[in-house]
């Protein structure tokens, strides 16, 4: 498959492009990776060095792919951090171009606004975009529980009502919603869970919980999913293989100690996943 993935990408360390770009390429399909931005590293570290490009310089990357004929061909477009309302404007105009060319070809939408500990952490107007204009042209979503809550407008205190709100955005235009993660009182303290809900179903999956706190791993799994899902045509199954890669990376960052997801060194958890986690229907 031909994916056109348009985010952040850092040099040193493994975020937006730099997480998602490889385990797709590593499963087999072609990337084509439009950056937003090109920075040293991720602002996680708090300094960073680097540009944010304009809007127009993602126009013109996408119409150079155009100008070679490519867009009839291209499977999927994935979006992440979008950094401002112009990019986000790139971006759906991107989507627009692909799907003219291939009426078959699926968006995905990493809505990234914030995660639970940090609150909001995008530029004002972002939330705003993601919910009234990203959210429903896209096919697929996969907010975090955070970002969850800010798109459906209410608190996910349980199980139950975090399938509400994904129902709710499947009701404003996606058919598929992942939720990357999630921890209610239902969810054991030593474990974590991942939803997705589309038109068969709800089907969670839940992990162990890792003592590890890296950025990067939720652009991995938004990918890795998109991918699974184009293949299989299955959320559960899309679920299951994208979960137990991610566990498996992460594992492998633990057990490391670093402080960067192991992207490269752990890649046979891409194809290979080292243990496998079943779905079920809830």
Known sequence: MNILSIQSHVAYGHVGNASATFP???LGHEVWAVNTVQFSNHTGYGAWRGTVFPADAIREIVTGIDERGALPSCDGVLSGYMGDAAIGDAILEA???VKTANPRALYCCDPVIGDVGRGVFVRPGIPEFMRDRAVPAADVVTPNQFELEQLAGFSVGSLGAAVAAARML???GPETVLVTSLQTPETPDDAIELLAVDGQGAFRLRTPL???SVNGAGDAIAAL???HLLTTGSAAEALSRAGSSVYGLLK???EAGSREI???AAQDEFVRPSRIFTPEPV
Do not use: K
Request: no cysteine; aromatic share 10%.
């Open 225 to 227: 999913f998109f991918v």
């Open 252 to 254: 492998a960052t633990a």
């Open 210 to 212: 890792l003592p590890v």
């Open 24 to 26: 797709m390429q590593r």
């Open 262 to 264: 192991l992207t490269v």
């Open 170 to 172: 499947r009701s404003r």
């Open 95 to 97: 989507v627009a171009r």
